[in-house]
């Protein structure tokens, strides 16, 4: 846990935490993007989307 430009911020890495982050998403944690990354990325991109279109996408991705 950390903080950068004033945001409190956790960093994981490895596929199990990725999952338990994404997966308990505003139970537990709440995605943010700062301001200046959702307009570099876009709006519609994935990186800067939550809640139930996330949890499709990633539900989508694992039938596959």
């Not at 950390?2 to 994981?12: D, E, L, M, N, P």
């Not at 505003?26 to 876009?42: D, R, S, T, V």
Request: charged share 20%; hydrophobic share 40%; aromatic share 8%.
């Amino acid at each position: 846990k950390t903080r950068v430009f004033g945001q409190s911020i956790i960093y994981v890495s490895g596929d199990e935490a990725c999952h338990f982050v994404l997966d308990n998403e505003n139970e537990y944690f709440q995605n943010k993007m700062l301001p200046n990354i959702e307009a570099l990325l876009g709006a519609s991109s994935l990186t800067v989307q939550t809640g139930v279109l996330l949890q499709k996408v990633l539900t989508d991705r694992k039938t596959l």
